[in-house]
């Protein structure tokens, strides 16, 4: 008889997960979201789940990837080899360490449920957003994030100055414009946001160059967060080594390891904003557990406010899925 003291049964099934409606980014049209579910099993029996949520426009392995990847592993992973996941597949390593953190007797892992005050709503790009917020609101969240360099920017401009007619003054606008602004546009909305009475906590990736946008910052009071710049753990450290303080959007599920995540998030007291892929309960579970250890020294709200925006789990989800042939 084998002995699987440090070897670990692997078992996953991908998912597709339509959008209720199609998010509208910089980089296009999005209709469903696909991944992969991963359950690890020890020795002992203790079952362990970890999601696969990649988003190869973001820098990571494409789902197929991921799959040769879980193929490759023939059912079983040793524990070294865990460790090994190389860093081109950062949403395998992201999974595998979540599992093996995760492992316990229960067949399931729990449902999350966040307070709205907690979480950044999404809001439609475009004029939409300008109808959308209140719905957001009555439900209790506070903070709401606005894709923007979607269409011109001064039509833009004028829709963020109707949001910010009515939106009350302990109501928060994250603009994330996924590095799709010019530098002379981003000075323009930053303007426009210094305006706002303090109401844009801040705007996301105006550009695509760190350099740039460590020479405009200085000169304006509402920060700039760094998103697509840090989405890689590589790229994170090089932006902390070229001198970079203000705050960043971390994606846990596509950043790698969690340990390693964690290990530079308390080093560096990191100002996080938390951010979610569109994974599920699962891959979510284990982005907020290492949200809870960051203690990030402002507490941002977590950009968790993207269920409303998918078809609905059943209870049975999980369960259903695993009987599912692949
Ligand atoms: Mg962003």
Sequence with gaps: MPVFTDRLKVQFKPYSRPFLRPLHTSYGRWEIREGLMLRLRDRTGRLGWGEVAPLPWFGTETLQGAIDFMRSLDGEIALEQLWQIPDHLPCCQFAFESALRGLSERSEPPRISLEPARVAALLPAGDRAVAAWPAAWQRGHRTFKWKIGVFDSNLEWQWLEQLLQHLPANGRLRLDANGALTPDSCRGWLERCDRAGGRVEFL???????????????????????????????????????????????????????????????????????????????????????????????????????????????NDWLERLWQQRF
Excluded at 226 to 241: H, I, M, R, Y
Excluded at 279 to 297: D, H, K, M, N, S
């Design 204 to 314: 996301e990736q105006p550009l695509n160059s760190l350099a740039e946008m460590q020479a405009i910052a200085p000169k304006f009071r509402t920060l700039i967060a760094l998103d697509e710049s840090v989405t890689q753990f590589k790229q994170l450290q090089a932006c902390l080594n070229a001198g970079w303080r203000g705050p960043v959007v971390l994606k846990p599920a596509i950043a790698g390891f969690p340990s390693r995540l964690q290990a530079t998030i308390q080093a560096k007291k990191l100002d996080c904003v938390f951010s979610s892929v569109f994974e599920t309960f699962v891959g979510q579970g284990a982005a907020l557990a290492l949200a809870a250890g960051a203690a990030p020294p402002a507490q941002r709200a977590l950009g968790f406010g993207v269920d409303a925006w998918l078809e609905p789990l059943s």
